[in-house]
């Protein structure tokens, strides 16, 4: 039988995803004062990826809007706006996942800081665990947020809406899912429409998750470098 974590160069998945980045942060907990120079360029680019993911989010609500009132004005005119709600459906759904590590950076998230008060390194290392914790649960998310985009793709799963998607959108992404067959996608491109494969609404998600779970391991790693979170504004008390 097959595994679940298949292995690349030697090693399981598994050990690429979850042991080596934690073994990557005891090595950056050591060398802590020598690394922060180095990281420091690279956290630049991370903060800016962070941000762009942000500004898409957003952009993704304005569609949103956007989709209310044009199936508003359809329905006041006498005409029909096929597949508005899978779009907004569509739309919210990219909003959240491209806005989830923007969102973490910006102490959006609801953190339980209840036992961080005792004393300052208390403090740090439950903030150091729970944030590695949260690490390996959104590396597995994501990980298993791809297997279910390449599984739609497989399985050609189709809406069961009314909302279509240009085909040659389709083809071109493909790449990012299918990326052997990119040069036989582009080659057979058809002019017209199709009904939207589930799978293109998931890259989204699949983008998203795989984004929060670099920024937990970020955010670890700058934590250990720092010596404190780099989170600052909690969403609740």
Known sequence: MRSDWPAYFGLPLWAWVFVAPT?????????????????????????????????????????????????????????????????????????????????????????????????????????AVATLTAAIIATYFARYAIKTIWFSKLLNDRTQGLDKVPNWLVDYLSFFVAPGRYAKEIANIEPGWIFTPLWLPQLAMGFGSILLAIALWDNLYRMLVVGESRIKNEGVE
């Not at 990557?24 to 907990?29: C, E, R, Y």
């Not at 802590?32 to 962070?50: C, H, I, N, S, T």
């Not at 609500?61 to 199936?71: E, M, P």
């Not at 706006?81 to 998230?109: D, V």
């Open 23 to 127: 073994l990557l942060a005891l090595i950056i907990f050591v060398g802590r004062g020598r690394l922060q120079p180095v990281l420091k360029p690279v956290w630049a680019v991370l903060d800016g990826l962070y941000f762009i993911s942000g500004m898409v989010g957003a952009g993704f609500l304005v569609a949103i809007l956007a989709l209310i009132v044009a199936n508003m004005v359809s329905r006041w005119s006498g005409n029909v706006f096929a597949g508005a709600t899978e779009y907004a459906g569509y739309c919210m759904a990219a909003a959240s996942f491209f806005a989830l590590a923007h969102a973490l950076n910006r102490g959006a998230h609801i953190r339980v800081s209840l036992f961080l008060g005792l004393s300052r390194a208390v403090h740090f290392w439950l903030d």
